[in-house]
């Protein structure tokens, strides 16, 4: 639970790299996520290259760190022989949340950029990873070693909570 009580949006990052070991339990904690139907519709893009980074950091007007970070993971979806097709982004959700919680868990920090649903945003980052036409861009996630981390929110609402008895 503590990756869950302490995990925060990070975006900026030391110039440091990151061990393959830690991103490989990143992947597999990704590919550990509940799945509609077991469809697994995802596919990942670890990016490392310098020159693709500064490509994906202009995918809209929010992913600019991208730049400054030594990786990040691209999560796309297939969209062919799936049994329940309309489930594919919340199956990415899902896997995008343990990539986040796992990334903290590492002791490093990140963040899941917005690029589904936006048509443009998907054909840029598509575009930069020469992704075919069979997959569908669902997010960025840059991370490393932070170069800053602000203390999670407590954001727990008790009017939003509603019991039926």
Same mark, same amino acid.
């Given at each position: 639970?503590?990756? *869950?009580?302490?995990?925060? /949006? #990070?975006?900026? =990052?030391?110039?440091?790299?990151?061990?393959? /070991?830690? *991103?490989?339990? *990143?992947?597999? %904690?990704?590919?550990? @996520?509940?799945?509609?139907?077991? +469809?697994?519709?995802?596919?990942? =893009?670890?990016?490392?290259?310098? /020159? #693709?980074?500064?490509?994906?950091?202009?995918?809209?007007?929010? $992913?600019?760190?991208? %730049?400054? @970070?030594?990786?990040?993971?691209? #999560?796309?979806?297939?969209? &062919?022989?799936?049994?329940?097709? !309309?489930?594919?982004?919340?199956?990415?959700?899902?896997?995008?949340?343990?990539?986040?919680?796992?990334?903290? &868990?590492?002791?490093?920090?990140?963040?899941?950029?917005?690029? %589904?649903?936006? @048509? !443009?945003?998907?054909?840029? #980052?598509?575009?930069?990873?020469?992704?075919?036409?069979?997959?569908?861009?669902? $997010?960025?996630?840059?991370?490393?070693?932070? %170069?800053?981390?602000?203390? +999670?929110? !407590?954001?727990?609402? &008790? /009017?939003?909570?509603? =019991?039926?008895?």
């Amino acid at each position: 639970m503590d990756a *869950i009580f302490s995990r925060t /949006s #990070v975006r900026s =990052y030391e110039e440091k790299p990151v061990e393959a /070991s830690k *991103i490989e339990k *990143i992947l597999r %904690a990704a590919m550990a @996520a509940p799945s509609a139907m077991n +469809q697994q519709p995802w596919e990942f =893009y670890v990016v490392t290259d310098k /020159s #693709v980074l500064q490509e994906l950091s202009k995918a809209s007007p929010y $992913t600019g760190m991208v %730049a400054g @970070a030594p990786v990040a993971i691209v #999560v796309c979806g297939r969209k &062919e022989n799936l049994p329940v097709p !309309d489930l594919v982004q919340v199956d990415l959700s899902l896997s995008t949340e343990n990539i986040l919680l796992e990334i903290e &868990e590492q002791g490093l920090g990140g963040v899941m950029l917005g690029i %589904a649903p936006f @048509a !443009d945003r998907m054909e840029r #980052v598509s575009r930069a990873l020469n992704l075919s036409e069979n997959l569908d861009v669902f $997010t960025v996630v840059p991370f490393g070693y932070p %170069a800053k981390k602000n203390p +999670q929110q !407590d954001r727990y609402d &008790e /009017s939003r909570v509603h =019991y039926i008895k």
